[in-house]
């Protein structure tokens, strides 16, 4: 426990403190600390895993709509191109980035961008085409201004636009594979035959039983067939 | 009128850099009634220094060199956009247009006519005591009694004050009101009391007497009637640490809180030119007036530059207060008022009263 | 005592009406109220939601001259009910939700939430990860008094004691963007540790920027906190003694200030808190200048429990092997298929945490089948020691509102949640 005790000041105390406020005050005037940065000609430097703009890798994409499923805002709605791709509806967007930490194959990436403004509410639905490439800057800036710590802090300007987009490596996935772990609970409604955006599973009909197929080059281990079977037949083994 | 014209000549201000263009200028029918009218020394004494040229120019400066000064302790920069390459000094000027452009709203509670005219009024006691105040040889009215007569004069402003936050109609303007009558009470009487020991010192209330005498400036010699004067002039214009009546978070600016537009913009200069006024009175009665170095080639112009200048040098000064201290309250204020610096100015007399018996004044 | 004249009051039954102005808007207290102040000739004022110092709350004021005699607080004008849409949400996606309330303790924020889980689900978490989230629940708590500090300097006129703490603040949001990537809503606590680690780099510039604020705190003590109009403005204002503070239910700093030694990090020790160093400040005038200190020295002891954790933080995995994941340093790959699918198991879990403010409480009600609470209940710090607050108004001039405000540190979004 530390003790907290204020004195009552008595009139030399008083007049050294008003001295001193005022010396503390006249020092700054002659010797300024300005940590401004003259935002759009100077931009900040940004840590390279900031939560900014999104952007999305087409050909990663396995549409196993995990970053729609875990997204707090609902921002991400899956439309349909080739396969269900996501479009983020930035009038929501909390930037929390659980769906970039979500994707398995990181299609979705951070960048640095975030300071971009649209016309209507319309134009803030972006859709899976218009995040493939980064969009197109205006860049304002021709400095880059740095916090550096040093004792006190400094702000080191260099004349270099900062790349916004950072490499962001896709996350290691374990190579996996759709499989009936219970095959006994199968009621042959074929949902998951439905669902695959790969067309990995396939039905075939025997006499009285349906045995389904599932091609393991096609499956991506996206899970829909799991979430999507109703008494919990299906799930995901290693290779 | 010919005997007009010859009346304003012969009492003519003489700047020789501008005499030739004068010269010719008066050859010009119409507009030789013009420059002998502005050039004529009352009227140049009100119109242009130290009167309304010199309040103009003083507003302009003073609210952007706050805020640059302001910006510049509090680690930032402050208005630097509207004119970036010369600093942002045309900031007043846009601050100004936007107040002509925006809508003056007369709620349907106040007083309309009062609420309207007040703003306006106010310049009356501002502007009066110029009258008063003399700049060497371009003075408008010369009197033994100048120096009362300005404290006088500058007591009325408190009085529209409180006619404003009357006129709002509001209970916050109210609360207001009511501190800006508290706080003229406890400012007017050490007001009084260093002005009073000034002249006690110098023997006379007329500026000229007084600034003749200020071989040393009246700062070193009375320099505890310097701090009461400077004071109480910190709480006569709500300065900080004194803003009590325009208070912004505790009433949401007091008796002006109803005021937009135009007329906002009008109260928030009267602020500034009671500084003025009381800067122009602390350099007449302290800093030596309108004495200074020579300038032959401004001629009479030199005497009012120079109290121009000093006077706007102690306002640039002052204006440091804002960043330094937190806001006293009311009765904080009036006891300080009334017990610290009661005390001082009394002091100051006494000390004026030793120096004069002792002949100690060269 | 013999020779003291009797006080008689005397009152003219004057017929007032209140002005037409309370008969049109919501007035959220009874007319007889109203009628009767103005009867007893007491004014009433509104600190209402559009006041430069007021924050997002009205404060209706009854005032006899330039005394207060009963304030009554209007809250709930930022209400966002919270814990209904937290009903609405899987567990995981609370995260952001609740951390809301708080602008830049998001850090013990999270902290109180998360543990609700961890402890219901029997979740270990790291030891490198108990540290992170120590670090971000330091930081979280010298940036909001450093943002209490700048309010309390506003709402007192000084406009570069306002300017001073949240320019040092800039540099904690450094920090934090460094750590999480987000200025100030990290999210990145969860139920199993933290969402990726901080490497090497990050933690010694973490450590200059706690020197830095040192040297920028010096100047800002002596311009401001050692300022005599602050003092004269602070001290003997809106004094609570250390019974009405027990009474009244006031927590956190402001409690300590009253002269009671409570915090939950010592009560009820969670994380590594009890590895650490700390001192507890503990204050015993119980007035707005006290309050203010303990704040102050609470930023010290934040900033030397951080030098600790950058010191003896170990090496290892962030991430809990409680939860399946990819890699046990970055959650990036396996949020979902660790998080998403996460059920309570049936009963009532509960946390406390101190919050920068004072003590936080979360508690989660689960059925044991869905995966969203059936009831969460969270009670900020902010809404516990309103009633203290207000009660310290009582008596004091009107003027001192704002300084009993800015010494309280009320902050309208964290009490209405």
Redesign the interface.
């Given at each position: 426990m530390k003790k907290i005790k204020a004195e009552k000041l008595g009139l030399t105390e008083s007049v050294k403190r008003h001295l001193e406020a005022i010396g503390v005050v006249v020092g700054e005037v002659i010797v300024p600390s300005t940590i401004t940065i003259h935002y759009p000609r100077e931009r900040r430097k940004l840590p390279d895993n900031f939560r900014g703009l999104i952007l999305f890798d087409n050909k990663a994409c396995i549409s196993c709509f995990r970053c729609a499923h875990i997204c707090p805002a609902n921002a991400i709605v899956m439309e349909h191109r080739i396969a269900y791709f996501p479009s983020i509806d930035y009038a929501k967007c909390i930037f929390c980035h659980f769906c970039v930490d979500s994707c398995p194959t990181g299609a979705l990436r951070p960048t640095k961008i975030h300071d971009f403004v649209y016309k209507d509410m319309d134009e803030m639905v972006v859709h899976s085409e218009e995040m493939v490439e980064t969009p197109e800057i205006v860049r304002e800036d021709s400095f880059t201004v740095e916090y550096v710590f040093d004792g006190d802090v400094q702000l080191v300007k260099k004349k270099e636009k900062e790349e916004l987009v950072p490499e962001v490596k896709p996350p290691e996935r374990p190579p996996k594979v759709a499989a009936a772990l219970n095959p006994e609970n199968c009621i042959s409604c074929r949902l998951c035959v439905a669902a695959c955006p790969t067309f990995a599973i396939s039905a075939k009909e025997e006499k009285t039983k349906i045995i389904l197929e599932i091609n393991v080059d096609r499956c991506t281990a996206c899970s829909i067939c799991n979430k999507i079977c109703p008494t919990s037949t299906l799930g995901l083994v290693d290779r | 009128m010919p005997g007009m014209l010859e009346i304003m000549v012969q009492n003519m201000v003489n700047i020789p850099l501008i005499q030739p263009l004068v010269d010719v200028l008066l050859k010009i029918p119409v507009i030789n009634y013009i420059v002998a009218l502005i050039l004529w020394r009352p009227i140049f004494a009100v119109l242009i220094i130290p009167g309304l040229g010199a309040i103009m120019l003083v507003l302009m400066i003073i609210v952007w060199w706050e805020r640059k000064?302001?910006a510049?302790?509090?680690?930032?920069?402050g208005p630097l956009e509207v004119s970036r390459p010369i600093g942002g000094i045309m900031q007043v000027m846009a601050d100004g247009m936007r107040y002509f452009f925006q809508e003056v709203i007369v709620h349907r509670n106040a007083h309309a006519i009062y609420f309207i005219q007040l703003p306006i009024l106010a310049f009356l006691p501002v502007l009066l005591p110029i009258l008063l105040i003399p700049a060497g040889p371009v003075y408008a009215i010369r009197s033994d009694y100048a120096i009362p007569a300005i404290v006088a004069l500058i007591a009325l402003i408190p009085v529209v004050i409180i006619a404003m936050g009357w006129a709002s109609n509001n209970?916050?303007a109210y609360?207001g009101a009511i501190r800006e009558a508290f706080m003229y009470f406890a400012y007017e009487i050490p007001l009084i009391f260093a002005v009073l020991a000034m002249m006690v010192l110098y023997g006379s209330g007329d500026p000229f007497v007084i600034v003749e005498k200020q071989t040393v400036p009246g700062i070193l010699l009375n320099p505890v009637a310097a701090l009461t004067f400077i004071i109480a002039t910190v709480m006569a214009t709500s300065r900080?640490?004194f803003?009590i009546p325009e208070?912004?978070?505790?009433?949401?600016?007091g008796p002006f809180v109803e005021y937009s537009g135009i007329l906002f913009g009008l109260v928030m200069t009267l602020a500034y030119e009671k500084l003025y006024l009381m800067s122009l009175l602390l350099t007449i009665l302290f800093l030596g007036g309108w004495n200074g170095i020579a300038i032959p080639i401004l001629g009479d112009f030199m005497p009012p530059f120079w109290l121009f200048l000093k006077a706007f040098v102690f306002m640039l000064i002052i204006s440091?207060l804002?960043?330094?201290?937190?806001?006293?309250?009311?009765?904080?204020a009036l006891r300080i008022g009334w017990s610290s610096i009661l005390a001082i100015s009394i002091i100051s007399i006494a000390i004026s009263y030793a120096l004069v018996l002792t002949g100690w004044l060269p | 005592m013999t020779g003291m004249k009797e006080v008689r009051e005397m009152s003219i039954e004057v017929p007032v009406e209140p002005p037409a102005e309370y008969e049109s808007l919501f007035i959220p207290v009874p007319k007889e109220f109203v009628e009767d102040a103005y009867r007893k000739d007491d004014f009433i004022v509104f600190i209402g939601p559009q006041h430069p110092g007021s924050g997002h709350m009205r404060i209706i004021v009854r005032l006899k001259g330039d005394f207060i005699v009963e304030a009554i607080p209007d809250p709930g004008y930022v209400h966002r009910s919270m814990e209904k849409l937290a009903e609405n949400r899987l567990y995981v996606q609370n995260i952001p939700l609740l951390e809301r309330p708080a602008i830049m303790d998001f850090g013990n924020y999270n902290l109180g939430y998360v543990r609700v889980i961890e402890e219901a689900l029997d979740i270990e978490v790291p030891e490198r990860a108990q540290y992170l989230r120590v670090l971000l629940a330091e930081l979280g708590r010298i940036g909001t008094h450093l943002y209490d500090a700048g309010i309390l300097a506003v709402f007192m006129g000084h406009t570069t004691g306002f300017m001073w703490p949240f320019a040092v603040r800039e540099f904690i949001v450094e920090a934090l963007t460094h750590i999480t990537g987000a200025r100030i809503t990290g999210s990145f606590i969860i139920p199993g540790g933290v969402r990726r680690d901080v490497d090497e780099k990050v933690l010694r510039m973490i450590g200059r920027i706690i020197f830095t604020i040192e040297n920028r705190l010096e100047k800002f003590e002596r311009v401001f906190i050692r300022n005599p109009t602050v003092v004269a403005r602070l001290k003997d204002v809106g004094v609570l003694t250390r019974e009405e503070a027990i009474k009244y239910g006031v927590v956190g700093p402001f409690l300590r200030a009253s002269g009671v030694e409570y915090d939950v990090r010592r009560v009820e020790s969670y994380e590594v808190y009890d590895d650490l160093d700390f001192e507890i400040p503990v204050g015993d005038d119980g007035d707005g200048y006290t309050r203010f200190l303990v704040r102050v020295e609470e930023i010290a002891q934040s900033m030397s429990i951080i030098r600790q954790v950058i010191d003896r933080i170990p090496e290892g995995d962030v991430i809990s092997s409680d939860i399946e994941a990819i890699s046990r340093n970055d959650i990036r790959g396996s949020f979902y298929d660790a998080l998403a699918k996460i059920t309570l198991p049936a009963g009532e879990y509960t946390t406390l945490t101190e919050a920068a403010r004072g003590t936080l409480l979360f508690s989660v009600l689960s059925d044991g089948a869905s995966n969203v609470p059936y009831r969460l209940r969270f009670v900020t710090p902010g809404w516990m020691y309103l009633k203290g607050f207000m009660e310290s108004l009582k008596g004091e001039r009107l003027a001192d509102l704002q300084a009993i405000y800015g010494s309280f540190g009320y902050f309208p979004p964290e009490a209405d949640r």
């Open positions: - | 000064l302001t510049r302790v509090q680690w930032r920069v209970r916050f609360i900080l640490p803003e208070a912004d978070q505790e009433i949401a600016f440091l804002r960043s330094i201290y937190a806001r006293y309250r009311l009765d904080q | -």
